[in-house]
């Protein structure tokens, strides 16, 4: 059985939360609408055992946080000179 494990980083201004379980290559597992990371948990343990296994929760979904400045391109994307 692989360790499953939630966390958080900061970036961009925002708390993005994540679940990160298993070792090797990445697979990224991103949720849909209006689901959030927790959707992957019973999916998570067989891959997991091959890979290292990254499933964000989205901006402004279960635990990580909604952006203030809301969801147009400049608060998404940052230029490089910002």
Same mark, same amino acid.
């Given at each position: 059985?692989?360790?499953?494990? &939630?966390?958080?980083? &900061?970036? !961009?201004?925002?708390?993005? !939360? ?18 959030? !990371? +927790?959707?992957?948990? !019973? ?7 091959? +890979? ?26 940052? &230029?490089?000179?910002?």
């Amino acid at each position: 059985m692989i360790a499953i494990r &939630s966390d958080t980083l &900061s970036a !961009n201004g925002i708390r993005q !939360n994540f679940i990160d379980a298993g070792a090797g290559a990445p697979v990224v597992l991103l949720h849909g609408f209006p689901e959030i !990371n +927790y959707a992957w948990r !019973n999916q998570i343990p067989v891959p997991g055992e091959l +890979y290292r296994i990254i499933a964000p929760d989205l901006r402004g979904y279960g635990e990580t946080d909604k952006p203030a400045g809301g969801y147009d391109k400049r608060t998404l994307v940052p &230029s490089r000179g910002e």
